[in-house]
């Protein structure tokens, strides 16, 4: 059974920072890629970043220069570094993961809310 448990979310004022955390329970299966998306409401889903397990990042284009993602593949966990925040980034937040044994599935945390307030 796959688990993932999110922490770091929570209110800040704009030009702030925030840090996400995802921690994956995946048994003796494998993390492929691990990812933040996010979700504002009336808004659909949406990729803020993800990192494969060779450490190569993506980002949307609204967050580069501000957020960056890493992981820890010892432990299983992503974070997402969130400076220079903007009332646009308030979501919520859901923590992704692939895994290389069932590359067509993805798992989901249960979200953390990110509110930026100006």
């Known amino acids: 059974q796959v688990q993932l448990v999110e922490s770091g979310g929570g209110l800040v004022q704009a030009g702030g920072s925030l840090r996400l955390s995802c921690t994956a329970s995946?048994?003796?299966?494998?993390?492929?890629?691990m990812g933040w998306y996010r979700q504002a409401p009336g808004k659909q889903r949406e990729l803020v970043a993800t990192i494969t397990s060779s450490g190569n990042t993506n980002y949307a284009d609204s967050v580069k220069g501000r957020f960056t993602i890493s992981r820890d593949n010892g432990k299983n966990t992503v974070y997402l570094q969130m400076n220079s925040l903007k009332p646009d980034d308030t979501a919520v937040y859901y923590c992704?993961?692939?895994?290389?044994?069932?590359?067509?599935?993805?798992?989901w945390g249960q979200g953390t809310q990110v509110t930026v307030s100006s």
């Open positions: 995946v048994g003796i299966l494998r993390v492929n890629v």
């Open positions: 992704n993961v692939v895994l290389t044994e069932i590359p067509g599935r993805n798992y």
